[in-house]
């Protein structure tokens, strides 16, 4: 089940327009090729969704390249691997924006939407950027899971959701926020991590199926059928 949502599509093309980092908004450029998008990457996926799966930055020549998010790069395909045998995704990869991918019941998106140099952002553009994740989360109002790839996303998601102390990070945490969203953490689909098995699709596999459950979606609940 898919739905068009307005005030998501007014969300994105906002997020797209934002300059409020002039590091970041430096990076992005700097790092450009012809065709890039350079801009910051809105969310992408359901407008139903009940799972978000966040990262912490935007890939220089994945989501920056591309304009979506998990997109052109082997951290991407990895992911949306794991979210089409999940059945939150019609089809195992994810290459470029008109590449047919669409995602139910999920959605993904950076806590920090434009690529900081050495994939580090400083702790004001983080949080000046997580004011963008609390407008997605506030127009995705079916969410009930939030899954944070890697210990820097798990941070900046506690942090954003008022957690103190902060929960540790771990491959399989969790936390429930005081709104009611439950946090679980995931190793980041990172080749890194993937190449040395500390990730492997298994691992990434029971996390997303306790997402689907912990979401409270149907086994039956899938897309699966529209990737044939
Ligand atoms: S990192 Fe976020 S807040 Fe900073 S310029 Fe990019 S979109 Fe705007």
């Known amino acids: 089940m898919r739905t068009t949502d307005p005030g998501l599509a007014r969300l ?36 139903d969704a009940r799972i978000h799966v966040l990262g912490l930055a935007t890939a220089p020549h994945g989501g920056n390249r591309h304009g979506r998010a998990f997109t052109g790069n082997r951290s991407a395909d ?5 979210l089409h045998r999940a059945g939150l995704a019609n089809q195992p990869s994810s290459r470029h924006a008109r590449d047919g991918l669409h995602l139910h019941r999920a959605w993904m998106a950076s806590a920090v939407r434009c690529p900081p140099p050495e994939h580090r952002p400083t702790r004001a553009e983080r949080d000046a950027c997580l004011a963008w994740l609390t407008a997605e989360v506030a127009a995705l109002r079916e969410l009930r899971v939030i899954v944070c790839l890697g210990r820097t996303a798990w941070e900046a998601a506690c942090d954003w959701a008022g957690a103190h102390p902060r929960p540790r990070f771990g491959h399989g945490a969790e936390h429930r926020t005081d709104g009611g969203l439950l946090l679980l953490g995931c190793y980041h689909p990172s080749p890194q991590n993937t190449h040395s098995g500390r990730l492997t699709p298994a691992m990434l596999d029971d996390v997303l199926l306790r997402a689907r459950d912990r979401a409270g979606l149907d086994p039956l609940d899938t897309d699966l059928e529209e990737s044939a």
């Open 12 to 47: 994105s093309l906002q997020i797209a327009d934002c300059t409020a980092c002039p590091r970041l908004v430096a990076a992005r450029e700097a790092v450009a090729g012809p065709g890039y998008w350079a801009r910051p990457v809105p969310g992408f996926g359901d407008p």
């Open 78 to 82: 990895t992911l949306v691997a794991a």
